[in-house]
């Protein structure tokens, strides 16, 4: 899969081979990132959507392959330019993630102090900034993770992730074990900070409410590499047999139809 050089991308994925010993999960996988955009990585029970996303963000390193991060190798780089870097982006793992010995603020807190050695006071400052712009109330900085409910401890996770002020975010599975409302107000939190803040988003999701209400761009992982990338119409097209059972299944209609597409055959439609 070519890369557009007319487009700007801020990440990069050319050749990627991961593995395990001998289990190779992506091999000669393309994928571009466009700069402020919501891309939506979508694919089978073990196709490596999380694991792509480790690579992408230099916890799982490629058996082969680059990954360019704004333009630069950042396998390449030295351990003190990877960390550099590194503060460009911003991680919500699955569930959040956080550190159950620490309050939410000081879960947020923690990359401010790690990598900008900021004074305590303005750290707990941006801290609550960060917790109030991720839709969570004032009160919930001084609660532990296991004090909260689970939209609430993503929200949290989606605070801390937003820490340094990143270009990027990468969110994996935002939505999973959400009640449908819980979830679509998270939807509307991401495309509202994508809009306000100029983010670009780079998230792992099964949940086909989330791709319909958020992604500009989706990208469907199968055969150990990108089968399919472009709007969910373009997509759609695809006479792929996993990309026709996906959206085309049961639940998949009933999400297009919720958002008003025809899910009718071809012969059917007037």
């Known amino acids: 899969m070519a890369v557009d050089r ?20 992506h091999d000669n996988l393309d994928l571009a ?3 402020n955009e919501i891309l939506g ?67 947020v807190m923690a990359p401010i102090r790690e990598h900008l050695k900021l004074p305590h006071e303005l750290a707990a400052d941006i801290a609550a900034m960060k917790i109030s712009m991720s ?9 532990y993770p296991s004090e ?19 270009e990027i975010v990468f969110l994996d599975e935002p939505t999973a074990g959400l009640d449908p409302i819980g979830a679509e107000n998270f939807d509307r939190l991401i495309v509202n ?7 670009t988003v780079f998230m792992v999701t099964h949940d086909l409410d989330t791709l319909h209400a958020t992604c500009d761009r989706v990208a ?32 998949g209609r009933a999400a297009l139809t919720a958002k008003g597409y025809d899910t009718r055959p071809p012969a059917e439609k007037g």
């Open 6 to 25: 007319t487009m700007e991308y801020v990440i990069e994925v050319e050749g990627l081979r991961t593995q395990f010993g001998d289990n190779i999960i």
């Open 33 to 35: 990132v466009r700069r």
């Open 41 to 107: 990585v979508v694919g089978g029970s073990g196709t490596g959507k999380s694991v792509l996303m480790r690579a992408i963000i230099g916890l799982k390193r490629p058996s082969a392959g680059t990954v360019r991060i704004f333009g630069e190798d950042f396998y390449a780089k030295t351990q003190q330019e990877q960390i550099e870097t590194e503060r460009r982006w911003g991680v919500m793992f699955q569930g959040g993630a956080l550190f159950s010995s620490l309050t939410v603020a000081q879960n």
């Open 135 to 143: 839709g969570l109330p004032p009160d919930a900085g001084a609660k």
């Open 148 to 166: 909260l409910s689970g939209g609430m401890n993503k929200r949290a996770g989606l605070a801390r992730a937003l820490a340094l002020d990143p």
């Open 193 to 199: 900070l994508k809009n306000s803040l100029g983010l």
């Open 220 to 251: 469907v992982l199968a055969e150990k590499r990108v089968i399919a990338i472009g709007t969910l119409d373009e997509v759609r097209r695809s006479d792929h047999p996993w990309i026709q059972e996906y959206f085309s299944g049961p639940r």
